[in-house]
């Protein structure tokens, strides 16, 4: 109970001091690692925002990544050095230098003051609900809100029996008429034929006569679809670029799919608790 009031607390200082940045804020944070401090204070929070003029301290071995909102510029602090941040970069006071790369990105001040606030509200309430172990047979995704693909892989979970699952998919408000079909050993399936844009639609899922769930989703408009399909990063790619991704996703409506992405880079930064905050 202790380390949770202590996260909440941080996480809500630093909300705090976001909103309080959020006029002035330049750049904000892509990536932590070890001991960093803003302006002496305790550790900042990643996406956290930060103002012309503040003092950054990391320590030995430790890293910082800054991206400028504007330009997309990011620098990659190293440790040990103090830094101080400019209008439009970020300067070394003592210890090396930091590289600095062009990316593509653009935030905006307001997503990023959102993104925190979701993420403190998150710790919250994980601090109060009680632990969910619910295997009930039910639709995973697409459940709610949008999605940034015409080809979303349905996918649900199945009860024990091992019969197949039928699965339809049908324009909403026209469910009678489904546009596809398909009978699916599994708890998965993607359509062949592609959704159109910017269109409601509804789908069910049956096994042995019974249905175990329904649920509605939107395509996002096509212009939104060519943009996440454009900055969709490969395997390969830095952390703030999937980072910045799964911002985008967030930013442009598809949330479940952001908190898809939040969860895998999750798993992978366990040292992170924002990005866990924000995948649930």
Do not use: C
Request: aromatic letters at 4%; a positive charge; glycine letters at 6%.
């Amino acid at each position: 109970m202790k380390n949770i009031l202590r996260a909440l607390l941080a996480t809500t200082t630093a909300v705090a001091a976001l909103a309080a940045h959020a006029a002035d804020g330049v750049a904000f944070i892509t990536n932590i690692k070890g001991e960093v401090t803003v302006d002496g204070a305790s550790r900042p929070t990643l996406l956290g925002e930060l103002a012309r003029g503040q003092k950054v301290v990391v320590g030995k071995e430790a890293q910082l990544a800054v991206m400028y909102i504007q330009s997309g510029k990011e620098y990659l602090l190293k440790g040990p050095g103090d830094f101080e941040v400019g209008e439009r970069g970020i300067s070394s006071v003592s210890g090396v230098p930091p590289a600095a790369r062009e990316t593509p990105w653009r935030a905006s001040n307001q997503v990023l003051v959102k993104v925190a606030q979701t993420s403190a509200a998150s710790i919250r309430m994980r601090s109060m609900a009680p632990v969910r172990n619910d295997a009930k047979p039910r639709l995973e995704f697409p459940v709610r809100g949008a999605v940034a693909t015409l080809q979303p892989t349905l996918r649900w979970t199945m009860p024990e029996a091992k019969s197949k699952a039928e699965v339809a998919i049908a324009i909403a408000g026209k469910e009678d008429s489904p546009i596809a079909r398909a009978s699916v050993s599994g708890s998965s399936h993607r359509f062949p034929a592609k959704l159109q844009p910017d269109t409601e639609y509804s789908w069910v899922v049956s096994v042995a006569g019974q249905e175990i769930g329904s649920a509605r989703f939107r395509t996002l408009p096509a212009s939104a679809i060519q943009t996440a399909e454009k900055r969709r990063p490969g395997e390969k790619a830095e952390f703030s670029d999937r980072l910045l991704y799964a911002l985008l996703l967030q930013e442009i409506g598809a949330a479940q799919e952001a908190q898809e992405a939040w969860a895998r880079l999750a798993r992978e930064r366990a040292d992170l608790p924002e990005l866990a905050s924000l995948a649930k």
